[in-house]
């Protein structure tokens, strides 16, 4: 540890040492917690954390909120990918459009668009939602129920029933097949109950189920990745597939929730609301220049305005201490397409919903395009706030080893689900009129016409029927308008060798949503706080006793007793709003 202070040290001789501008320096320099970067860990941690009364600094040197799971309207997006510099999360950008449909496109309002860097989605009977209603964080956040989650399979997407009705009307499994897949599912409840859940989920559903509805409950509703199913123990697939279950008919047919506006940064920006609310100070553009180690104890920060900023606790993202970061081994392979046509067009059984927007989940298991470890693909429309109205925003996201680009994990596979363009394609040049002195003569003219007549009469017929054939072609596949593929880093913190008082983070995966994230935050918060309540019930305002701090500071500390009762009545989960 000796080596790694000397070594962050560095950064501060004074030969080093900008000049310092004191008007931008914060009236307080003391913390109890300062938290580098707003990803989910880090939003999730400062809302508790200032919820039981820490004094909080919250910093990311970028412009904006989320880091890895920042969303972008259309124009910001583009100049993001196209940025060469070093301290964004993303690699071997490959951008495709034809300059014609990008400044179309342009024509819409700047916030009609919202691409995320990842997308997630939660489950209804998530422990994710059940924190955002408890602690009052739902009220910043609107949702809406997804319409669909298919499993690509036999050239085409297959629906994935959400009921035992749905079960026998879908046409992709035999009579025997849905009938072991009942079975199979109606056991879970009996099953989760037994004491002994040892052993591999995997080895316990091989006498159930065949190969093919193995790869339905493996990647279509647990959504596993090729890593993480042989992985996955009896107990949590058991556990997984009962919130599943729990969660279908909760707010409707379907058991996946989408937040609107881009549903991981706008759920980053709500815990980081909730945290200001309680006190917590953000400030963007601002990061840590170097750290105060003292052995295996941190005690604080030099920030980029040359302050220093002391604190009791660190809790960083990876990028900011890439020293305390286990070696990097995978990797996300992304690609964003928005197109005018959906890419899975659902027919509803009802008028009325078949004009929805189509807003559906959908997996592509392991080698049914020749990818080698699943696809998730994210299909929203205008009813999400992210894309303008007839306009879809697809997203297509797999996990990936560091030797390969996203181009080589994705293409093959969104090529034959779309159209893309290779590159950005200029805008054809304007026709140039023809001079006087290049016109023909009325005979030369009729002449020509004479002559050509008969091969012209020829070719129209066959020009005609390959237009038409070209043109149900197109058809069969819709044309993405933009698509950007890219990797993003997936870096992991250590929890052996830190200092004690020091946190290291991790980067969102590809799990559909943020459990990982949430489990971590609470480690976290309990670490710090081991005796306080993550993330409570919100009390009413004026049941909020404020404190008055030094240099008449007031922070939010206690709860009157006649709050923390209200905080022991249970919460109804339909406080949540949803949009239908």
Known sequence: MESTSAKI????????????????????????VILVGTGMIEAVAAAA????????????????????????????????????????????VKVGYKEADFEELKKHNRMSFSLELIPKSLLAESEELHLLIQSGISR???????????????????????SNSDVYKTKFLALLEKRQLKRFLS??????????????????????????LQKFVLYSILFQTAESAPKLSKRDGIAQLRLYMS????????????????AACETIQAYCRHAAVFGAMYILRRFPRSFDFDGDVFHGIVDSEGQKLTANHLVTSPSYLPQFCKPSLKQLSRCICISREPLIDHTFESDEESKRDHQVLAVIPPMALENPSPIFIFQFGAELKVAPKDAYVIHFVTESSLDRTAEQDLKKAVTHLMQITEGIEPKPADPIPSSPSNVPSDSSTTSEASTTSDSK????????????KDEESDKKIPRALYSAFFNLKIEEGRRDGLPKN???????????????????????????????????????PEDIIWEQEDEGDTVPRTISAESETKDSEPQTDDKIETVE
């Open 49 to 92: 954390l200032s919820r039981a009364g820490k004094r909080i600094l919250h910093l990311d040197r970028n412009d904006f909120y989320g880091s890895n799971s920042a969303s972008f309207p259309l124009e910001p997006f583009d100049e993001f990918m196209q940025s060469t510099s070093p301290d964004l999360p993303v690699s071997n």
């Open 502 to 540: 020091v946190f290291v983070t991790c980067d969102p995966n590809s799990e559909m949503d943020n459990r990982s994230a949430i489990a971590e935050a609470r480690r976290i918060f309990e670490e710090i706080c081991p005796e306080e309540v993550f993330l409570p019930n919100t009390p009413s």
């Open 187 to 212: 056991s879970i409840e009996e099953e989760s109950q037994k004491q002994e859940l040892n052993g591999s989920f995997l080895d316990w559903i091989k006498p159930q189920i065949n190969d093919k």
């Open 247 to 262: 969660s279908i008919g909760k707010y409707g047919p379907s058991p996946w929730l989408q937040g609107l506006y881009g």
């Open 457 to 468: 009469d020829a070719t129209d017929s066959q020009d005609a029927s390959n237009s038409k």
């Open 9 to 32: 040290q560095e950064t501060t001789t004074k030969s080093d040492e900008p000049v310092v501008d004191r008007r931008n320096w914060l009236d307080v320099d003391q913390f109890d």
């Open 140 to 162: 910043y956040l609107e949702f809406k129920l997804i319409d669909a989650s298919f499993m690509y399979a036999e050239n085409a997407f297959q629906l994935v029933p959400c």
